[in-house]
Nanobody, 117 residues
Framework: QVQLVESGGGLVQAGGSLRLSCAAS???????MRWFRQTQGKQRELVAT???????WYADSVKGRFTISRDNAKNTVYLQMNSLKPEDTGVYYC????????????WGQGTQVTVSS
Protein backbone atom coordinates (compact mmCIF):
# COMPACT_ATOMS: atom_id res chain seq x y z
CA GLN A 1 0.00 0.00 0.00
CA VAL A 2 2.96 2.35 0.43
CA GLN A 3 3.40 4.89 -2.37
CA LEU A 4 6.88 5.97 -3.41
CA VAL A 5 8.02 9.11 -5.22
CA GLU A 6 11.58 9.51 -6.48
CA SER A 7 13.28 12.84 -7.01
CA GLY A 8 16.75 14.28 -7.51
CA GLY A 9 17.56 13.00 -10.97
CA GLY A 10 18.95 15.20 -13.68
CA LEU A 11 21.83 15.85 -16.05
CA VAL A 12 25.37 15.78 -14.71
CA GLN A 13 28.84 15.56 -16.21
CA ALA A 14 31.02 12.52 -15.67
CA GLY A 15 32.71 12.69 -12.30
CA GLY A 16 29.87 14.67 -10.78
CA SER A 17 27.40 13.77 -8.05
CA LEU A 18 23.67 13.50 -7.53
CA ARG A 19 21.54 12.57 -4.54
CA LEU A 20 18.31 10.74 -5.23
CA SER A 21 15.46 10.75 -2.74
CA CYS A 22 12.57 8.33 -2.37
CA ALA A 23 9.72 9.69 -0.27
CA ALA A 24 7.16 7.21 1.02
CA SER A 25 3.54 7.89 1.88
CA UNK A 26 3.85 6.09 5.21
CA UNK A 27 6.27 4.41 7.55
CA UNK A 28 9.14 2.50 5.95
CA UNK A 29 10.49 1.08 9.20
CA UNK A 30 9.30 -2.45 8.36
CA UNK A 31 10.60 -2.39 4.77
CA UNK A 32 13.87 -3.19 3.16
CA MET A 33 14.45 -0.35 0.70
CA ARG A 34 16.10 -0.86 -2.66
CA TRP A 35 17.25 1.17 -5.64
CA PHE A 36 17.09 -0.31 -9.14
CA ARG A 37 18.05 1.21 -12.44
CA GLN A 38 17.00 0.61 -16.04
CA THR A 39 19.56 1.55 -18.65
CA GLN A 40 18.99 1.71 -22.41
CA GLY A 41 18.83 -1.78 -23.86
CA LYS A 42 19.64 -3.50 -20.57
CA GLN A 43 17.74 -5.39 -17.90
CA ARG A 44 16.67 -3.68 -14.73
CA GLU A 45 19.57 -3.89 -12.28
CA LEU A 46 19.54 -3.93 -8.50
CA VAL A 47 21.87 -1.12 -7.47
CA ALA A 48 21.69 -0.95 -3.69
CA THR A 49 19.71 -2.29 -0.75
CA UNK A 50 19.32 -1.17 2.84
CA UNK A 51 17.60 -3.48 5.30
CA UNK A 52 15.15 -2.48 7.99
CA UNK A 53 18.10 -2.64 10.40
CA UNK A 54 20.41 -0.55 8.23
CA UNK A 55 22.49 -3.29 6.61
CA UNK A 56 23.60 -2.26 3.12
CA TRP A 57 24.46 -4.04 -0.11
CA TYR A 58 25.79 -2.64 -3.39
CA ALA A 59 26.19 -3.90 -6.90
CA ASP A 60 29.82 -4.27 -7.89
CA SER A 61 29.35 -1.64 -10.60
CA VAL A 62 28.61 1.08 -8.03
CA LYS A 63 30.51 -0.12 -4.97
CA GLY A 64 32.66 2.62 -3.49
CA ARG A 65 30.81 5.34 -5.42
CA PHE A 66 27.19 5.09 -4.25
CA THR A 67 25.80 5.19 -0.71
CA ILE A 68 22.29 4.18 0.29
CA SER A 69 20.81 5.52 3.52
CA ARG A 70 17.46 5.82 5.20
CA ASP A 71 15.73 8.25 7.51
CA ASN A 72 12.77 6.43 9.00
CA ALA A 73 11.57 9.56 10.78
CA LYS A 74 11.18 11.24 7.38
CA ASN A 75 9.94 8.10 5.61
CA THR A 76 12.68 8.64 3.07
CA VAL A 77 15.52 6.66 1.54
CA TYR A 78 18.43 8.25 -0.30
CA LEU A 79 20.99 7.25 -2.88
CA GLN A 80 24.10 9.41 -2.89
CA MET A 81 25.87 8.94 -6.21
CA ASN A 82 29.45 10.17 -6.57
CA SER A 83 32.03 9.85 -9.34
CA LEU A 84 29.26 9.30 -11.86
CA LYS A 85 30.04 7.61 -15.15
CA PRO A 86 28.16 7.67 -18.47
CA GLU A 87 27.23 4.02 -17.92
CA ASP A 88 25.28 5.09 -14.82
CA THR A 89 22.75 6.76 -17.12
CA GLY A 90 19.24 5.40 -16.80
CA VAL A 91 15.98 5.56 -14.93
CA TYR A 92 16.37 4.92 -11.22
CA TYR A 93 13.52 3.28 -9.33
CA CYS A 94 12.85 3.00 -5.62
CA UNK A 95 11.40 -0.23 -4.27
CA UNK A 96 10.01 -1.14 -0.85
CA UNK A 97 9.98 -4.78 0.24
CA UNK A 98 8.16 -5.80 3.42
CA UNK A 99 10.22 -7.67 5.99
CA UNK A 100 9.56 -10.54 6.37
CA UNK A 101 9.00 -10.87 2.63
CA UNK A 102 5.33 -11.23 1.71
CA UNK A 103 6.03 -11.82 -1.98
CA UNK A 104 4.93 -8.31 -2.93
CA UNK A 105 6.95 -5.12 -3.19
CA UNK A 106 6.10 -1.55 -4.16
CA TRP A 107 7.61 0.68 -6.85
CA GLY A 108 7.97 4.35 -7.55
CA GLN A 109 7.68 5.89 -11.01
CA GLY A 110 11.40 6.46 -11.42
CA THR A 111 13.68 9.43 -11.96
CA GLN A 112 15.97 9.97 -14.94
CA VAL A 113 19.72 10.23 -14.42
CA THR A 114 21.84 11.27 -17.38
CA VAL A 115 25.63 11.40 -17.17
CA SER A 116 27.45 13.08 -20.04
CA SER A 117 31.00 12.17 -21.02
Amino acid sequence: QVQLVESGGGLVQAGGSLRLSCAASGSISSYAMRWFRQTQGKQRELVATISSLGRTWYADSVKGRFTISRDNAKNTVYLQMNSLKPEDTGVYYCNAMPVPDTGTSFWGQGTQVTVSS
